[in-house]
C-alpha cells in the first residue's frame, strides 16, 4: 500500500501562530484562553474564548508566504486568513511553493467560513432596515462552508481535487483521512489538508445556548471542569506519497498510517457514555494502520472539557487499551475548542510532541474526576519519547474519527 | 473495484420515491413554478410528511429543520427502494449540501438579534451544523460506519457518491449510501441569484436524492437488483474566472477531466449516451463535454423540470441510473430513452471545482 507521509505543517492558534511559537507555547503549558474582545460577549454566560490576538500576519508568516507565492488577504474574512498563513507556513516547511501544487488535491474542514463577517454585517444593521437589501451579495456568498476552500484553492492556483467537508468538530480529522485515501488511491500524489474556523457570535451564542461553555479557562478530565471554551485558528499539511516525497528529497516528519470514522448512531449531541463510539473510531484506526495498541504512545483526547465527554471518552480508552495506563491529553487546555479547525491544530500538537520528545499537557488540570481514569499529564510538557499516536476528534451528530500517526522511522507490525 | 447502484431513493418536486418520481418523468410533467416572492421562479417540494418515514421516530421530528427532514427523506426512499439496507454496522454514509442550513443559521441569529443571547433556543443550535442531517440518520437507521458531510457547492452531490464508491474501491466499506439534498429558501435564492446569472434562467430547486452503492459480492448476498453499475468519479479544479465566488464562464480542464474519466473507467466516448449537466444551458459546459466525447449527445432537461440546486449532483446520479436502467424512460420531455451504455454526470462549481462521474449500465 501507499505510504502517506507528512512533509509540511502549519499552525496558526491561540497559543502561538507558527510552528515554532505553537511547540514553545504547548511546551510550557501556556493557555491562549481570554475574555473576547472581537465582539461584546458581556452578556453571555462565557465571556472567554482561545482567541488570535493580533495579526496572524506575523512577520513570519509573511515572509512565508513570500516564499511560497501565496498571498494573504484579509478581504475574505478571517476564517481564510487563518487558512491562507496555515498554507503559507505548511508549503515554506515542505519546501514547496503555489507552483508545485498544480496537480495537488486539497481537503479542508471548517464550520464558520465567512460567518463571522456575514453575521455582523446582520447583527449591526439598524432594527428597522431590512439585512436582505443592506447586505453586500459577497457577504451572502461567503457564508457556505465551502468557500474556504475556494480561497485557498485560488491562493495555491489548483487544478485538482477540493473538497469541503463539514462534520463539525471533526471536520479537520476527516480532511486529513480523505486526503490520505487519495493519496493512497492514487488519485493524487500530494494533498494539502487541514482545517479552519474563526470565532463568532453564531457558535459563542450557540454552544452557551446548549450550557456547555466554562466562564473561565477549560479543564478537561478535571473533576472541577464546567465546560468548553470556543477558539479560533488553523492547521494544514502536506502530505505526499512517500516515493513522490523521497524523490524531491523532502524532509518527512511523520506517516500518517491509518484512519477510522464512525457513526455512533446515539444521539445528535450526547456521547454514547459507555465510550463505545470513541472505542470503535479509535480501533477502526489502528486497524487501518496495522498497529497493535501496545505500540501507541499517546493519545491526544477530543477532551473539550464537557462533563460527559470527557467521561465517555475515557471510557473509549479505557475500552479499547485495558487496563494499561498511556497519557491521554487535550490541548484544548491550552487553544480552546477549535472546532472544525481543532483536529488539524491538535494533530500538530501531538506531531511536534512526538518530534521533540515530550508529551502535550492538559494544562491546568490538577483534581481526579474518579469517572476519568487517564494519565492526563498535567501541567506543562512532559519529556517522552514515542513513535505512534492517536488523534482524535469527536463531534456533533454522532461524528467519531481518530487518526493513527507514526515517526518516519516506525515500522508496523504487518 | 465497480460498486453496483441497487436503489434509488428520490425526493423532487415531481414526486416522492423513485415510482412515483419515474412516472412524473415518463409523462414528461414539469414542477409548478413558484409566482412571486424572493424564490420567484424556482420550484419547491409538494407537502409530505417526512415523519411517516420513520414511524419509530415521530417525535423526533417535531425538533428537527427542515434540511435535515429533507435529507433524512432522500435516504428513508433509498432504504424502502432496496427493501432494507442490510448490514448497517460498516454502511457507509455520505450527504452533500452546500447551503446546508443558512436559512435555520440566519434565523438563529435574526433571533439572537431580536431577542439576546439569554433567550437562543439550545434546541436550534444543533441543528445548525450541516452535519445534522447525516446524525439523524445515522440514529433513525442505526447506521454506524464512516459517514462525512461534503460542502463544496455545486460538486457535493456526486463527490457524496463518489466517496461512497471509493470507500468501497479501498475495502474500506463494503457499501454506503451516497446522497445529497438542498432547501429552498430565501437565504439560497438571494445568494445563488448573487453567485451567478444562470440562476436566472435555471430555476432553483430543492429535493434530496440517495443512492445505496454496494460490492457485486453483498448485492448478490442480499439478492438485490442491480439498476446500473458506478465506474468512478474524478475531481479537479479551474482556477479560470473572475471570482472565486462565482460560476467560471471558462472551463479549462474539464476537457482533460471528461476524456481522463472515460479512460480510467474503460468508456469509449460513443458509448456515453446522455449528459446530465449542473447547469445544461452553460455554453462552456455544453462545449467541453461535447469536445471529449467528439459529438453531441442528449442532454436531460430535469433543470427546467425540477430546478436544481447546488447538491443536485446525487440526483443527476440518480437520474443516470435509471435512465440506464429503464431504456423506456426519456431522456427529457421531448425525447427518447437512453442509447447509451453509460452516462456521463458532469458537474462545474462556484469557485472552480469540476466533477465527472460515469455511470454505466448493469
Redesign the interface.
Known amino acids: 500500500m501507499t505510504s502517506v507521509v507528512v512533509t509540511g505543517m502549519g499552525v496558526a492558534a491561540p497559543v502561538g501562530v507558527g510552528l515554532e511559537a505553537y511547540g514553545r507555547g504547548l511546551r510550557a503549558g501556556d493557555c491562549g484562553v481570554g475574555t473576547i474582545d472581537l465582539f461584546d460577549a458581556s452578556a453571555y454566560r462565557s465571556s472567554v474564548a482561545g482567541q488570535i490576538r493580533g495579526d496572524v500576519r506575523t512577520p513570519a508568516v509573511r515572509a512565508a508566504a513570500r516564499a511560497t507565492g501565496v498571498r494573504l488577504t484579509t478581504r475574505q474574512g478571517r476564517t481564510a486568513l487563518f487558512g491562507l498563513a496555515a498554507l503559507a507556513e505548511a508549503l515554506q516547511d515542505a519546501g514547496l511553493h503555489r507552483d508545485d501544487l498544480r496537480d495537488a488535491g486539497l481537503a479542508v474542514g471548517t464550520c464558520t467560513a465567512g460567518t463571522p463577517e456575514a453575521e455582523s454585517e446582520l447583527l449591526d444593521t439598524p432594527e428597522d432596515d431590512d439585512f436582505w437589501v443592506t447586505a453586500a451579495p459577497s457577504l451572502l456568498l461567503t457564508t457556505p462552508v465551502g468557500t474556504t476552500t475556494d480561497f485557498l484553492a485560488r491562493a495555491a492556483r489548483l487544478r485538482g481535487p477540493a473538497t469541503t467537508i463539514s462534520t463539525a468538530c471533526s471536520s479537520s480529522t476527516n480532511a486529513v483521512g480523505l486526503g490520505a485515501m487519495w493519496i493512497r488511491s492514487g488519485r493524487c500524489s500530494r494533498v494539502v489538508v487541514g482545517g479552519s474556523d474563526a470565532l463568532c457570535r453564531l457558535t459563542h451564542a450557540g454552544f452557551n445556548s446548549l450550557s456547555l461553555v466554562a466562564p473561565e479557562r477549560p479543564l478537561p478530565f478535571d473533576a472541577r471542569r464546567q465546560g468548553m471554551v470556543i477558539g479560533e485558528g488553523a492547521g494544514m499539511f502536506v502530505l505526499e506519497d512517500e516515493a513522490t516525497a523521497r524523490a524531491r528529497g523532502a524532509r518527512i516528519r511523520a506517516r500518517i498510517l491509518g484512519f477510522g470514522n464512525v457513526a455512533e448512531a446515539f444521539h445528535l449531541v450526547q456521547p454514547d457514555p459507555s465510550g463505545a463510539g470513541a472505542a470503535r473510531a479509535m480501533g477502526a484506526a489502528l486497524r487501518d494502520a496495522g498497529v497493535p495498541p501496545e505500540h501507541v504512545g499517546y493519545v491526544n483526547a477530543h477532551g473539550t472539557a464537557t462533563p460527559h465527554n470527557d467521561v465517555a471518552e475515557a471510557r473509549g480508552v479505557r475500552r479499547l487499551f485495558g487496563s494499561r495506563d498511556i497519557p491521554v491529553s487535550s490541548t484544548k487546555s491550552q487553544t480552546g475548542h477549535l472546532l472544525g479547525a481543532s483536529g488539524a491544530v491538535e494533530l500538530a500538537a501531538a506531531l511536534l510532541g512526538m518530534e521533540a520528545g515530550f508529551l502535550p499537557p492538559t494544562a491546568g488540570w490538577e483534581e481526579r474526576d474518579p469517572d476519568i481514569d487517564i494519565d492526563p499529564v498535567p501541567g506543562v510538557g512532559r519529556d517522552a519519547a514515542f513513535d505512534v499516536f492517536l488523534s482524535n476528534s469527536f463531534a456533533f451528530g454522532g461524528n467519531d474519527s481518530s487518526l493513527c500517526v507514526a515517526s518516519p522511522d516506525y515500522e508496523a507490525p504487518r | 473495484m465497480t460498486a453496483f447502484i441497487t436503489s434509488i431513493g428520490v425526493l423532487s418536486p415531481l414526486g416522492s420515491g423513485r415510482e412515483e418520481f419515474v412516472e412524473a418523468w415518463r409523462a414528461g410533467r414539469s414542477a409548478d413554478r413558484i409566482g412571486d416572492g424572493?424564490e420567484a421562479g424556482g420550484v419547491k417540494l409538494p407537502k409530505y410528511k417526512a415523519a411517516a418515514l420513520y414511524p419509530d421516530h415521530r417525535k423526533a421530528f417535531r425538533r428537527m429543520d427542515r434540511l435535515s427532514k429533507i435529507i433524512c427523506s432522500g435516504i428513508a426512499h433509498a432504504r424502502d427502494d432496496a427493501a432494507g439496507f442490510g448490514d448497517l454496522e460498516n454502511l457507509g454514509?455520505a450527504v452533500g449540501t452546500?447551503?446546508?442550513t443558512?436559512t435555520e443559521?440566519?434565523k438563529?441569529?435574526?433571533r439572537?438579534?431580536a431577542k439576546?443571547?439569554?433567550l437562543?433556543?439550545?434546541m436550534?443550535?444543533?441543528n445548525?451544523?450541516?452535519?445534522?442531517g447525516?446524525?439523524?440518520a445515522?440514529?433513525f437507521?442505526?447506521?454506524?460506519?464512516?459517514?462525512?458531510?461534503?460542502?463544496?457547492?455545486e460538486?457535493?452531490g456526486d463527490?457524496a457518491v463518489a466517496?461512497i464508491a471509493?470507500?468501497i474501491?479501498?475495502g474500506?466499506i463494503e457499501a454506503g449510501v451516497g446522497s445529497g439534498a438542498e432547501e429552498l429558501g430565501?437565504?439560497l435564492a438571494?445568494?445563488t441569484?448573487?453567485?451567478s446569472g444562470w440562476s436566472v434562467a435555471q430555476p432553483l430547486g430543492e429535493g434530496a436524492a440517495a443512492v445505496l452503492l454496494e460490492t457485486p459480492d453483498r448485492a448478490a448476498a442480499r439478492g438485490a437488483e442491480v439498476r446500473a453499475r458506478f465506474l468512478g468519479s474524478?475531481?479537479?479544479?479551474?482556477?479560470s474566472g473572475r471570482s472565486?465566488?462565482l460560476l467560471p464562464d471558462r472551463l479549462d480542464?474539464l476537457v482533460e477531466l471528461i476524456r481522463r474519466s472515460l479512460d480510467a473507467t474503460g468508456t469509449a466516448a460513443g458509448d456515453v449516451g446522455v449528459a446530465l449537466l449542473s447547469h445544461p444551458d452553460h455554453p462552456a459546459l455544453q462545449a467541453a463535454v461535447a469536445t471529449a466525447l467528439g459529438r453531441d449527445v442528449p442532454r436531460t432537461d430535469h433543470h427546467r423540470r425540477v430546478g436544481t440546486h447546488p447538491a443536485d449532483g446525487a440526483f443527476r446520479v440518480a437520474l443516470a441510473a435509471l435512465l440506464l436502467a429503464d431504456r423506456s424512460l426519456p431522456v427529457h420531455a421531448d425525447g427518447d430513452g437512453c442509447r447509451g451504455r453509460a452516462a456521463l454526470v458532469v458537474t462545474c462549481a462556484?469557485?472552480?471545482?469540476l466533477?465527472v462521474s460515469v455511470v454505466g449500465a448493469a
Open positions: 424572493p454514509l452546500d447551503y446546508g443558512l443559521t440566519w438563529f441569529l435574526s439572537l438579534k439576546g443571547p439569554a437562543c433556543n439550545p436550534d443550535f444543533p445548525l451544523v450541516p452535519n445534522a447525516a446524525g439523524y445515522g440514529i437507521l442505526g447506521l454506524r460506519g464512516p459517514s462525512h458531510t461534503f460542502c463544496r457547492h460538486t457535493c463527490e466517496w471509493d470507500g474501491a479501498a474500506w430565501e437565504t438571494r445568494a441569484r448573487a453567485a474524478w475531481g479537479a479544479s479551474t482556477p472565486a465566488l480542464g462556484r469557485g472552480g471545482g466533477r
